[in-house]
């Protein structure tokens, strides 16, 4: 039978601290308690399959790509690209998040067209621009094809080889995804735990700045006792809105009109598209360029930035914002459905490099390159 490697690292220790005869115990610091589906608890044996799953290259038509390659655990589950590449070295049109702490995220994916972590699970198995299997009955062969996955679905879900299903996969792969949380960065030390020498005089100031005059707490809130650093809203930051052209209503109707029957392929293979945000899921003309706002924890270490991947480093990334979604003052923009709360904010070279010092504060330990220096 094949059992696979034990439980890498970050997944062990996050088991130790979530597991205790199948209750939650205690999160890291500065994170809320874990959200668990009453239908998919968390068990050690499932988790253990979900991590041999997420890291099985078979489940793809080359036979070369696993969730595991836009989602790479060294660099805080993130491939570093500004779009991943899929089978075939397929590019696709959205860059790849962090797979770390997305068990916390009421909606899965930039649109959110996923409503939990194993509905996510399976999108992109079936996606000819990722992993890009013909259909579920393949990623059913795939599994009853290996007597180890057999028997581990019969004693983790107890199902026959014949009652085997992609949810199978899904559930098993949203189990281990939930061990990948991590909170305990240096802000989290010093704001919630009480240490006064955790952080630096400069992300002490950034921080100043996020929650006073950059107005970043609008949208990626702290909270008195544990912070997310998202609201998990939809917003046109006007990212990437430009390419919707001179016309995005008629755009946005005329793909209303026809709209295509897997939403998961369209998103990712017909650029404009894309672009339409949190509209092609909702329907709603206020969504159109509109895309889910990311958590900020570990920021530092999953370069580059936005939906697009458009932004290369954090200080171009504040200098957007503070220039109200634009890199440079003389681009264009506002755009018509751009959010309110993104506007020029007229912050100094000194409070923008404060605030890239607070950004890099939230990196947990275990994804930190080097030892956090003051």
Not at 107 to 113: A, H, I, P, S
Not at 225 to 242: K, M, P, S
Request: glycine share 8%; aromatic share 8%.
């Amino acid at each position: 039978m094949k059992f696979g490697p034990p439980l890498r690292g970050t997944a062990l220790l996050a088991l130790g601290l979530l597991l205790a005869c199948g209750h939650v115990l205690a999160t890291p610091l500065g994170l809320p308690p874990l959200p668990v589906p009453a239908d998919n608890p968390q068990t050690p044996a499932k988790i253990r399959l979900g991590e041999q799953l997420f890291h099985d290259t078979r489940f793809s038509s080359t036979g070369e790509i696993a969730c595991k390659n836009c989602h790479l655990d060294a660099i805080a589950f993130h491939d570093g690209r500004p779009v991943p590449r899929g089978v075939h070295m397929a590019r696709g049109t959205r860059n790849a998040p962090t797979v770390v702490n997305a068990a916390y995220f009421e909606l899965q994916f930039w649109d959110g067209r996923a409503r939990s972590l194993e509905q996510q699970a399976t999108q992109p198995l079936l996606n000819p621009v990722e992993h890009g299997l013909r259909d579920a009955a393949e990623v059913v062969r795939i599994l009853r094809s290996d007597p180890g996955y057999v028997e581990q679905i019969r004693a983790v879900f107890g199902a026959s080889a014949d009652a085997i299903t992609p949810a199978h996969f899904g559930r098993a792969v949203a189990a281990y995804e939930r061990t990948l949380i991590a909170g305990d960065s240096p802000f989290d030390r010093w704001y919630y735990g009480g240490d006064a020498k955790a952080l630096s005089a400069a992300a002490r100031r950034g921080f100043e700045v996020f929650t006073g005059a950059g107005h970043c707490a609008q949208c990626h809130p702290v909270g008195p006792t544990d912070a997310l650093f998202t609201d998990q809203r939809f917003h046109n930051v006007n990212a990437g809105f430009a390419r919707l052209g001179p016309a995005p209503e008629q755009l946005a109707r005329r793909y209303r009109d026809t709209r295509a029957s897997n939403l998961d392929h369209a998103v990712l293979s017909e650029l404009q598209i894309s672009e339409l945000g949190r509209y092609a899921v909702s329907d709603r003309l206020e969504d159109l360029g509109a895309f889910k706002t990311p958590g900020l924890r570990n920021i530092a270490r999953t370069a580059p930035y936005l939906h697009d991947g458009s932004l290369n480093t954090l200080e171009k990334v504040v200098r957007f914002f503070d220039n109200g979604g634009k890199l440079d003052p003389d681009d264009p923009g506002p755009n018509p459905f751009q959010s309110p709360l993104i506007r020029p904010l007229g912050l100094s070279e000194q409070q923008r490099s404060d605030l890239v010092a607070f950004l890099e504060s939230l990196t947990s330990p275990e994804y930190q390159p080097q030892r956090y220096r003051r």
